[in-house]
Every structure is written in C-alpha cells, then in structure tokens.
C-alpha cells in the first residue's frame, strides 16, 4: 500500500523560509511523478509545483516562480519543496500527491492526474 507522509509545516513570519518533506513507502519512487498542492481557507486546491517521473520537467505556478524549489531524493524516497520569501498569501494546507507512471516526461497539474495523496500539512505566515 502506497503512503505519502509530509512534514515540515509550520508557522513563519512573511519573508521567512521553509521547507516540506514528503516521503513515498510502498513502491519505487523513481517511479513517480510527483506534485505538490495546496488549499487555502475558502479556496479550492490549487497546483502548486510538481515534476515529471523522469525528471525532465518541472513546473511551477507563477506566484511561487523563483521563491519556491521542488526536488528529489531518490534514495530516501522524499519529495522536498523548499518555500523561501514567504508571503502570507502562502497561507494554506500543503498536500504532496503522487502517480505511478513509466518513462513519462509530463507534469500533471490537475488533482484527478494524482492517484495518491498526504495527509497535508499546514503551512501559516504570518505579516
């Protein structure tokens, strides 16, 4: 059974940092395409970052380009997105998701595209 387990949220103060850890358990995770999602009080889950399988994409929404990095490590099965200049627009729950898919080179942005899904973790700053 495939698990996605995040951590690292917190509260901050705007322009402060963090960052949010996602471990995969239950299946290869150089296998996935992963993506990071969060939702905001009264809002719909919106896609946040995410890359390909191979690693050949990655794609980011435009109000968290060049403050926000997604990585990789294979060997501890963890997704990472490290949140700098933090805004307290940023405000929400952060949820990481998951696809098992082969040689595939897409970024899925749509939340039906994910078949596994964290927790969440929430992520408040403050002004």
């Known amino acids: 059974q495939v698990q996605l387990v995040e951590s690292g949220g917190g509260l901050v103060q705007a322009g402060g940092s963090l960052r949010l850890s996602c471990t995969l358990s239950?299946?290869?995770?150089?296998?996935?395409?992963m993506g990071w999602f969060r939702q905001a009080p009264g809002k719909e889950r919106e896609f946040v970052a995410g890359?390909?399988?191979?690693?050949?994409?990655?794609r980011y929404i435009d109000s968290v380009k060049g403050r926000f990095t997604i990585s990789r490590d294979n060997a501890k099965n963890t997704v990472y997105l490290q949140m700098n200049s933090l805004k307290p627009e940023d405000t929400a729950v952060y949820y990481c998701?998951?696809?098992?898919?082969?040689?595939?080179?897409?970024?899925?942005?749509?939340?039906?595209?994910?078949?596994?899904w964290g927790q969440g973790t929430q992520v408040t700053v403050s002004s």
């Open positions: 998701a998951g696809r098992l898919i082969y040689y595939s080179t897409e970024v899925f942005r749509a939340e039906k595209e994910y078949y596994n």
């Open positions: 890359f390909a399988q191979s690693f050949a994409s990655i």
């Open positions: 239950g299946r290869t995770f150089s296998n996935y395409a």
